[in-house]
């Protein structure tokens, strides 16, 4: 069993976490628990959970549907009716069993609920594994806006039971290692030249392990990305505004695979700035596309992607900010990029997705 410690909390990872979790119920006398997930986490989860954690049978649980477009502010309202009708009271633990739109989401009804109530995390999914369980942002969707209504909470524990990895569809593992292949290009080289040549992921707990030690030494840092946690957010100006524009339509990406659409076209506009060499550019493209089945985004949505990179919550004083590399393993901040750049660069991603190389 391994920890990681960061702000106030634990970061548990193993196969059976539960022993930990069962230590944490004991030592904090909470009045009740709410178990937020979602149906996919429900059905495959939800009984080991209960199995493995007596204190757990009271707990009541909160179902909602899987996906980003639940985590919106009607969810919310539902649940927090439903908390207030069950009598939750400020001594209550609210457990985000899910991925990351269940622990983005629960994280944020907790944090404001009667002022804030306690949370844990116990993340199902890579992608919440690798990042969104960890680091204390919490939000929902509004506006056709990702995560721009939130707060930082840091959640009183994490655990990461890592018999859930073996369980995941490829495209979940890929969607999570898309968050963990961020890691690796803005602060670790190591990792990235292992994690480049190992298409299949076949070593992916030692990678996220790895990760969110990575993730853990920013947030600490920084926690309120005031300033080096900027860094994590290379590949999201873009892949957010990707994901938002085609969440609902056919072309619906998941997080990771958005963000690997925006990690390829920040990594042009950082070589295009001059901050990382076309040798560098093209081994984070290679890889990219060794790992991932890439889709082109249609240039009719181009606009809209630039509309919404001008709202990103990154910018200031009316300037685009953008997280940028400025070389493999390290990550320039606050670099401000023309809209025209924005729209070669998804040009240029549009053309790797077409070259056959
Ligand atoms: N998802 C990036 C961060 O937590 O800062």
Redesign the pocket.
Known sequence: MKAIASIGYKVHFGKNVFKELNSFLTKNKYSKYFVICDQNSFHNCYTELLTNCKKLQSAEIIEIDPGESSKNLDTCAQIWETMLELNADRNTLVINLGGGVVSDMGGFIASVYKRGVDFINIPTTLLSMA??SV?G?TGIDFANLKNVIGTITQPKAVFVNINYLSSLSQRDTKNGAAEILKMALVSDKVLWKRMKSDYELKSIGEYLYRSVEL?NR??KKDPS?KNV?KA??FG?TIGHAVEAVLLGTDDELLHGEAVIVGMIAESFISYKKKLITKNDLDEIVSCFKNTFTLSPVHPQHFTAIDLLILNDKKNSNGKVLFSLLDKIGSCKINQIVPAILVKSSLEYYNSVVHDKN
Do not use: P, S, T
């Open positions: 990042d969104a680091g942002k993730k920013f947030v990305e946690r994590l957010n999201h």
